[in-house]
């Protein structure tokens, strides 16, 4: 079986432009057939770190906002807080960030809720049924509360994952801290001691009385702690961070699982712009030149066959000269674009294990929209 994924390029004509491209395209993928009437609906996106200029524009989300209402649906634009240290790493500093990139209620049509609470703590345990590295995926309480989810991702080359898609945008991107950290480490977190000026804010954070201050450094038993991360944003001075030591395709496995607990007994919708493909994710506080020119919009109710769609597409496109990745194969394009700019990953193990758990291995079949 195999799922439509609904296309347009990026070409534009003078009466023409993307934003209606997108609503063409939208519409043509059959965002109207859902049922948004009195219905919370979460559009799920990437606020991009402040600094990083390649995250897609509020003017996106304004045109799935203005849809949303048009069904009577109530639409807000959400995402979760991250576990690493940078300026989406709580509530208040996350908003910050996205006020900064240009969302807000005007410019994206609705408002923003960070979807983990001020602590990265408000979450929803959702069990992934046939799931084989979680039992209960850690998911954002805004975004599990939600009627519908909608995502709108930005696609790019990950350095951990492979690339970045929709499955991403799901999987990681709703996690709570908790959930974050089940999918990117399996070990516990640490307190660098050069850094930790022994305030005590994380032993009163911590739950599970799983960190003493020893002579006025912080330190974590690794034997309580259970690996909530409270202790990350606690600390005033980023002196707890997480080893990011789990192997590229465990962690993509657990992020397809996390995908489907999101999704689960709910409808979703999903869209993805393939443009300024960066080497790395826009959790990067800079953007490097895109490694293949900019290739179109996708939009499909299949979060699996969207991401498909895009890697097949992106993967059969040209080499940017001046890119990272012209820099490591010069004009001889490689067969593999994403584990060439970023060796030690493997992203088709999305796919595998999609396949493996019930979502279906991403076969598509296209449709272009014009
Ligand atoms: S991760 Fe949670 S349990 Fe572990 S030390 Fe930090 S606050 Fe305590
Ligand atoms: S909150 Fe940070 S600085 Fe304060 S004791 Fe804990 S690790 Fe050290």
């Known amino acids: ?90 509530g208040i500093e996350h908003l910050d960030n996205a006020e900064l990139n240009g969302f807000n209620s005007v410019t994206a049509g609705c408002h923003v809720f960070i979807g983990d609470g001020l602590r990265g703590d408000d979450e929803v345990e959702i069990p992934v049924e046939g799931g084989v590295y979680v039992e209960t995926a850690k998911i954002g309480r805004t975004i599990a509360d939600a009627d519908i989810v909608i995502t709108l991702n930005h696609f790019k080359c990950h350095e951990i994952t492979g690339f970045g898609g929709c499955l991403k945008n799901l999987g990681m991107g709703c996690a709570s801290r908790r959930g974050k950290m089940e999918l990117h480490a399996s070990g516990k977190p640490e307190v660098d001691p050069d850094v930790c000026r022994g305030c005590g804010k994380c032993v009163k954070a911590c739950a599970h009385e799983a960190i003493i201050l020893d002579d006025g450094t912080a330190e974590i038993v690794r034997e309580r ?94 080499v940017i000269p001046g890119s990272k990745l012209h820099g490591i194969c010069g004009d001889v394009k490689p067969a593999d674009i994403f584990s060439t700019v970023n060796p030690r990953t493997r992203w088709e193990s999305h796919f595998e294990h999609s396949a493996r758990i019930g979502m279906g291995d991403g076969r598509f079949e296209l449709v272009r929209v014009g």
């Open 1 to 90: 079986m195999s799922s439509k994924v609904y296309f347009t390029d990026m070409r534009t004509e003078e009466d023409d432009s993307l934003l209606k491209k997108l609503d063409r395209l939208v519409r043509a993928a059959g965002i109207t057939d859902l049922d948004m009437d009195r219905k919370f609906v979460a559009v799920k996106m990437h606020f991009g770190e402040y600094g990083n200029l390649a995250f897609l524009r509020a003017n996106y989300v304004r045109v799935l906002s203005d849809i949303i209402r048009e069904k009577g649906g109530i639409p807000f634009l959400t995402d979760c807080s991250t576990l690493y240290v940078g300026m989406r790493k709580n």
């Open 225 to 318: 702690c259970t690996g909530c991360g409270r202790c990350i944003s606690a600390c005033p001075f980023d002196a707890v961070s997480i080893a990011f030591d789990e192997e590229s395709a465990i962690v993509n496995c657990k992020i397809v699982e996390y995908a489907k607990a999101v999704l689960a007994g709910r409808p979703g919708f999903h869209i993805t712009v393939v443009a300024d493909v960066t080497p790395y994710c826009d959790c990067h506080s800079e953007n490097d030149v895109p490694i293949i020119p900019n290739l179109g919009m996708f939009a499909s109710t299949d979060p699996v066959a969207i991401d498909r769609a895009c890697v097949e597409m992106a993967q059969e496109q040209p």
